[in-house]
């Protein structure tokens, strides 16, 4: 069955960083666009990062440009969030996406759950 698994959350103090990592199994994912949203109870998922089928393009949001970086691994079907220089601002649930571009179909993952705190 198709399934995305999202696992590196935590706590972590102001500053630090984290690496969030999604696994994908059911599906080839190098066929689609991956990316990663977050969100608050109570407010609307935010798209923080994507990444191209083979990885040659790259976007961020404007509110983590710099300090997080998007990868992809598709030989193991896997994705990377890098986050470094972690805010408050940044504490939400942070979830993976695929998206076939052709056909529109959308997979999630459950997400992780990531905490800045001091």
């Known amino acids: 069955q198709v399934q995305l698994v999202e696992s590196g959350g935590g706590l972590v103090q102001p500053g630090g960083s984290l690496r969030l990592s999604c696994k994908a199994s059911?599906?080839?994912?190098?066929?689609?666009?991956m990316r990663w949203y977050r969100q608050v109870p109570g407010k609307e998922r935010e798209l923080v990062a994507a990444?191209?089928?083979?990885?040659?393009?790259?976007n961020y949001a404007d509110s983590v440009k710099g300090r997080f970086t998007i990868s992809r691994d598709n030989a193991k079907n896997t994705i990377h969030l890098q986050m470094n220089s972690l805010k408050p601002e940044d504490t939400a649930v942070y979830s993976c996406?695929?998206?076939?571009?052709?056909?529109?179909?959308?997979?999630w993952g459950q997400g992780t759950q990531v905490t800045i705190s001091s």
């Open positions: 990444i191209s089928e083979y990885g040659s393009v790259t």
């Open positions: 996406n695929a998206f076939h571009p052709h056909s529109g179909h959308k997979y």
């Open positions: 059911g599906f080839t994912c190098s066929n689609y666009i």
